[in-house]
Nanobody, 114 residues
Framework: QVQVVESGGGLVQPGGSLRLSCAAS????????MGWYRQAPGKQRGLVAT?????RTNYADSVKGRFAISRDKNTVYLQMNSLKPEDTAVYYC??????????WGQGTQVTVSS
């Protein structure tokens, strides 16, 4: 059973930075995708960024140039710079292995406010 655990959320002022981390344990599959999604109050969960096991990345337009996703084996990081109030949301990490499905973490709150 794959378990996904996030860490690193918190409160930051506009223009500040945060780094999120996520570890997927119990996994060891050859091809997979890890990534981050976010959900703000009253909105649907949406893509932030993903990275494949081969290192290919994909970003939402709203975070391009400000956020950077990286990974080391089955740990994924999200470096968030130049944060804006509209980045406030619960951030969820996901481990995707196509044959068996998606495994989600419990989420970590990011609040951008002065």
């Amino acid at each position: 059973q794959v378990q996904v655990v996030e860490s690193g959320g918190g409160l930051v002022q506009p223009g500040g930075s945060l780094r999120l981390s996520c570890a997927a344990s119990g996994s060891g599959f050859s091809f997979n995708v890890m990534g981050w999604y976010r959900q703000a109050p009253g909105k649907q969960r949406g893509l932030v960024a993903t990275i494949t096991s081969g290192g290919r990345t994909n970003y939402a337009d709203s975070v391009k140039g400000r956020f950077a996703i990286s990974r080391d084996k089955n740990t994924v990081y999200l470096q968030m710079n130049s944060l804006k109030p509209e980045d406030t949301a619960v951030y969820y990490c996901v481990y995707k292995y196509p044959p068996t499905g998606d495994y989600w973490g419990q989420g970590t709150q990011v609040t951008v406010s002065s």
